[in-house]
C-alpha cells in the first residue's frame, strides 16, 4: 500500500490557521494606529473655512454644502449642472434630485464623494454609504438647523475631530487680516501683491476695504517707483506679523506658471515705470521679481512660504502651471527660506518626493491629496516614508466648511495609518515609532515650521 505524504496537506492547514491570525493582527495595529492618531491634537496647516453668511445664501442645506465641496466638481464632470446662491435659495430638494440625482450617484466611487460623506456621517452620526433623495431630506433638516446658530455648530465639530488649530487663507478677502484665534491662525496670501506690481493698480478705487485701510496707514497714496512698492509690500508683511501671520501662501499656478525667473532689480525697475502698458512676458517678469524679493523677507521674518504645486480645484484650467520641478530654481537661490509644498504635486508625486529628499529647506505637505486620489495618496505617503525624513512631512484638510474638514482629517488618518499599520506587519517599523510619525505629521512637524 503506498503511504500518502501528509506533509503538504499539514503545511496547508498549518498557513489556513496561521494567515486569519495575520490578517487579525493587521487589523489590530491598524486600530491602534486609529485610536492614537485621534489622541492627536491636530494642528491643520490649510483651510479655507468661511462662514454662511459670507457665502451669500438665505438658506442651507444639503446643497449649499455641495456647492462648496470638491464633489462638486466630480458632480460637474459627471453632467451634473451647477446652481448659484439665488437658484439653490429658489429650487426645492425635490427638484434637485429629479435633476441632478443621477449625476451625484455617478460620483459614488471618487475619494471627494468618499471623503464629503464621511465628514456628514461624523458629523451628523450616520452611517450612511450614499446620499439618497430620503437620506438628503432629512440631512437637510439637520443641516437648516445647525446652521442657524453656526458659531456653535462648528465649535461642535472642531472640537469633535479634535483640532487645535486651522492655519487660515482667506483668499476671498486677500488683506483682511482678522481672524478668530480660538480656531484659527493666520496664513498671509501673497499673490495679490505679486500680481499688483504697477502704480496705476495702486491709486484706483479698490474694492477691497482693508487693503484700502492698509494704503492709508502705510502713508501711501501714490507708488511711483518699485522701491516704494516694495516699501508697501514689506509694510504689508510686517502688519500680517504683527496680526498673528505664521507664514505666507502662494496659490497662483490658478492663475499663471509657478516657473519664477531670476529677474533683475534693475530690469524690474524699467518694467514698473512701463505699467501697465506691457506685454504678458514683461508682467510675467515683474511679478516674478517681486516674489524672489518676498522670498528674500520670508527668510528675513522666518515665515515659512506654503506653494499650490500640481492638480487644480475645479473644473477646466492649465494643469501644468503647478508642476513642482519649476520650483526648482527657488530652492537653490532662496536655502534660507522654508517651503512647505502642497498637495503631494499631484499627478507629478514623483517630483514632489524628490524635491523634498533634495532640499533641506522644502517640507512636503499631503494637504488635500487624499481627497483628490486615497490611492495615490496611499503610495505617496508610502514613497515619501522611502526618501524624506519623516519631521518633514505634514498635513492639512483645505476646504471651506467644517464638515468636509472633518472628512479630510478622517482620511488623512486613514492613509497614515493604513501605510504605517503594514510597514509594521513586515517588520519595516515599530509600532512606537509609527505612532511617533502620525504625531509629527498631524502636530509636532507644523508646530515647529510654523514656530506655534
Request: charge should be negative.
Amino acid at each position: 500500500m503506498k503511504i500518502q505524504n501528509t506533509k503538504p496537506i499539514l503545511l496547508t492547514i498549518i498557513l489556513l490557521m496561521i494567515i486569519p491570525g495575520c490578517n487579525q493582527s493587521k487589523i489590530d495595529v491598524y486600530q491602534r494606529l486609529i485610536h492614537h492618531a485621534n489622541s492627536v491634537k491636530v494642528i491643520n496647516t490649510h483651510e479655507h473655512q468661511r462662514h454662511p453668511k459670507d457665502l451669500g445664501y438665505n438658506k442651507s442645506n444639503f446643497w449649499t454644502l455641495l456647492n462648496h465641496s470638491y464633489l462638486m466638481s466630480d458632480f460637474i464632470s459627471a453632467g451634473g449642472t451647477f446652481y448659484n446662491a439665488n437658484q439653490i435659495d429658489t429650487i426645492s430638494l425635490n427638484q434637485f434630485w429629479e435633476k441632478n440625482g443621477d449625476f451625484l450617484n455617478y460620483a459614488a466611487n471618487t475619494s471627494y464623494y468618499q471623503h464629503f460623506i464621511k465628514g456628514i456621517n461624523i458629523c451628523y452620526g450616520l452611517s450612511e454609504t450614499n446620499f439618497t433623495k430620503e437620506g438628503i431630506e432629512q440631512l437637510s433638516f439637520q443641516i437648516e438647523k445647525n446652521y442657524n446658530n453656526y458659531d456653535e455648530w462648528f465649535n461642535e465639530c472642531f472640537q469633535k475631530a479634535n483640532f487645535e488649530t486651522m492655519l487660515i487663507d482667506q483668499f476671498w478677502d486677500n488683506h483682511n487680516l482678522d481672524v478668530n484665534n480660538k480656531y484659527f491662525t493666520l496664513i498671509f496670501p501673497v499673490n495679490k501683491l505679486v500680481y499688483d506690481a504697477a502704480p496705476a493698480k495702486l491709486v484706483y478705487t479698490d474694492k477691497d476695504k482693508h487693503f484700502q485701510k492698509f494704503i492709508q496707514y502705510s502713508g501711501t497714496d501714490k507708488l511711483n517707483t518699485i522701491d516704494d512698492y516694495l516699501a508697501f509690500v514689506d509694510f504689508m508683511l510686517q502688519s500680517a506679523m504683527e496680526k498673528g501671520a505664521v507664514g505666507l501662501k502662494n496659490s497662483m499656478a490658478y492663475g499663471r506658471s509657478i516657473d519664477y525667473e531670476d529677474v533683475s532689480y534693475d530690469k524690474a525697475k524699467v518694467l514698473f515705470e512701463q505699467s501697465p502698458q506691457l506685454a504678458p512676458e514683461e508682467k510675467k517678469a515683474l511679478e516674478d521679481f517681486v516674489f524672489h524679493w518676498i522670498l528674500e523677507k520670508a527668510a528675513e521674518y522666518n515665515l515659512p512660504i506654503q506653494i499650490h504645486t500640481g492638480y487644480l480645484a475645479g473644473n477646466g484650467n492649465q494643469l501644468d502651471n503647478g508642476q513642482p520641478v519649476k520650483l526648482n530654481n527657488l530652492f537653490l537661490q532662496h536655502p534660507d527660506t522654508k517651503f512647505d509644498l502642497f498637495h503631494g504635486g499631484f499627478p507629478w508625486t514623483g517630483e514632489f518626493t524628490a524635491l523634498g529628499k533634495m532640499f533641506p529647506n522644502v517640507y512636503l505637505d499631503l494637504v488635500w491629496l487624499p481627497q483628490i486620489s486615497k490611492q495615490r495618496a496611499l503610495v505617496t505617503f508610502n514613497e515619501i516614508l522611502d526618501c524624506v525624513p519623516y519631521n518633514k512631512i505634514l498635513w492639512g484638510g483645505d476646504c471651506q466648511f467644517i464638515e468636509e474638514s472633518v472628512g479630510s482629517l478622517e482620511f488623512g488618518k486613514q492613509v497614515l495609518c493604513e501605510v504605517l499599520a503594514k510597514r509594521i506587519s513586515k517588520g519595516q517599523l515599530t509600532e512606537e515609532n509609527a505612532k511617533r510619525i502620525i504625531t509629527a505629521v498631524l502636530r509636532d512637524n507644523a508646530k515647529s515650521l510654523f514656530d506655534i
